[in-house]
């Protein structure tokens, strides 16, 4: 195998993010995310490690559909409380030289313009180490806190994304040129005004009419791009605009299939199949030796919530789980009772998945470490065993590394797993100079002409 393997933190900026109730756990920090010394301290050790970035999920909205409310999860911390992710990045590249920073933001809530804005600002202060996990929302709580009755139509989203992202193009890529910045102190003029353009755009949903005027050109222009969507149109979309994609399947057969599906699309959109590095999502528990490695896992095991994780799920598939008995059957019918329509809706696919032929009790006792999210649980050796089959038998890039009892899950991995797979070759000795984009991709700052952005570059 000769791919080397790219690694993302997975983590938020909040104290339950994927594995619910480990929190709890003595050894857990993560309550203290709204201290800066959480964040810059976690941005080391991910440097020491050679962490290619540090991937930020968000929500905007609230886990409020399991009973109807909020009571399960407040009380085990369900991403609630939450704070945004764009404001840890300043920190955390203060603190490091070569980490990358991929934060989620909402599209679907956000105007262009100014969002434009923020991220350049966040480029240039990270010298061009930022990324943009594009999503487009999947609550209706965060509809309705964002003054809409419901969630808009799930491919009307990606309509409006298209739309959103072709203002954001032409903003970043199109108002400057590369040299309009002169900075000339003799000549008393900073930009030529001849090098910056008016950006139009009367689109279905965006218009803009105006200068660029917020930001000079960043190192990447526009941020590294992500995006994590799992239907058709989702993917659809993410092989027109993202660079990576986190992705995941219950089985590595489908993992494959999953992300061939994404390559071809790519091809299909003007693209090369390795334009795209996709991730997955990855938990490990590792010990220095088999049983320490089991111990530790059980010990995790007694803080986790899987009534949390219940509630993490109930929303995103827009069920109130706690409408059924405990044994009693979930199906299709009864969904269509409860529910009408909904199963006919996007999503309906990945919750007959998860529901049909279940009961309440069986999805409890499957979450039994506060996810449905299955770890590797073994010695280092055992572990890289396990991720390069990954890569072998799905051609996935990199994973997302999943926080479980924080920072304690990424210092494991760094002392005992990375130097394991560095023997074998399979992950990098020392970063890349450069950008993130040019320690992903190694082909420059920028997004690459054969990219949709490049269009926009109208001044060439």
């Not at 526009?222 to 092989?239: D, H, I, K, M």
Request: aromatic share 10%; proline share 4%; net charge negative.
């Amino acid at each position: 195998m000769s791919k080397k393997i790219r690694l993302n933190a997975f983590n938020m900026n909040c104290v339950g993010h994927i594995h619910h109730g480990l929190w709890k756990h003595p050894r857990d920090n993560s309550s203290d995310y709204t201290k800066p010394e959480y964040w810059t301290e976690l941005a080391k050790l991910l440097e020491r490690g050679l962490f290619d970035g540090v991937f930020l999920a968000d929500i905007v909205g609230v886990y409020d559909v399991l009973g109807d409310g909020i009571e399960a999860t407040a009380r085990e911390a369900v991403q609630l409380p939450v704070n945004d992710p764009l404001y840890v990045v300043p920190l955390m590249a203060q603190a490091t030289k070569h980490l990358g920073f991929g934060v989620t933001c909402n599209l679907t809530y956000e105007q262009p313009y100014l969002f434009a804005r923020r991220l350049a600002t966040l480029d240039h202060l990270s010298n061009g180490r930022i990324g943009w996990n594009i999503v487009t929302g999947y609550l209706d709580s965060a509809a309705r806190a964002m003054g809409l009755k419901q969630q808009i139509d799930h491919d009307n989203r990606y309509e409006r994304g298209d739309d959103f992202m072709e203002v954001f193009y032409k903003l970043l890529e199109g108002s400057w040129e590369d040299d309009a910045v002169l900075k000339d102190k003799v000549r008393g003029m900073y930009a030529d005004p001849k090098k910056i353009h008016r950006i139009y755009h009367d689109g279905p949903y965006y218009k803009v009419d105006g200068v660029y005027n917020l930001t000079e050109p960043s190192l990447q222009r526009t941020p590294v791009l992500y995006q994590a969507g799992a239907s058709q149109r989702g993917n659809e979309f993410a092989a027109k605009h993202a660079e990576c994609v986190f992705t995941g399947a219950p089985s590595r057969e489908l993992l494959a299939k999953g992300i061939a599906n994404i390559r071809r699309l790519a091809v299909d959109a003007g693209r090369q199949p390795n334009d795209i590095l996709v991730f997955s999502g990855l938990t490990v528990v590792v010990d220095s030796n088999e049983k320490a490695a089991r111990e530790k896992y059980e010990d995790y095991k007694q803080y986790a919530s899987a009534e949390g994780s219940l509630a993490h799920m109930a929303s995103g598939q827009s069920i109130d789980l706690e409408k059924f008995g405990l044994d009693e059957e979930i199906t299709p019918e009864k969904l269509e009772a409860l529910y009408p329509g909904r199963l006919q809706r996007v999503g309906s696919a990945r919750g007959r998945n998860f529901l049909e032929g279940t009961t309440r009790r069986k999805l409890l006792q499957s979450r039994g470490f506060g996810a449905q999210n299955s770890a590797i649980v073994g010695t280092p050796s055992q572990v890289a065993d396990e991720i390069a089959k990954y890569v072998e038998e799905t051609d996935v890039d990199g994973f997302n590394l999943t926080r479980t009892v924080a920072p304690e899950t990424y210092r494991d991995f760094i002392d005992l797993v990375i130097p394991e797979l560095q023997n074998r070759g399979l992950y990098k000795e020392a970063y890349e100079e450069g950008s993130l984009r040019q320690k992903l991709f190694g082909r420059g700052a920028k997004l690459p002409d054969s990219h949709t952005a490049a269009q926009y570059r109208t001044w060439k």
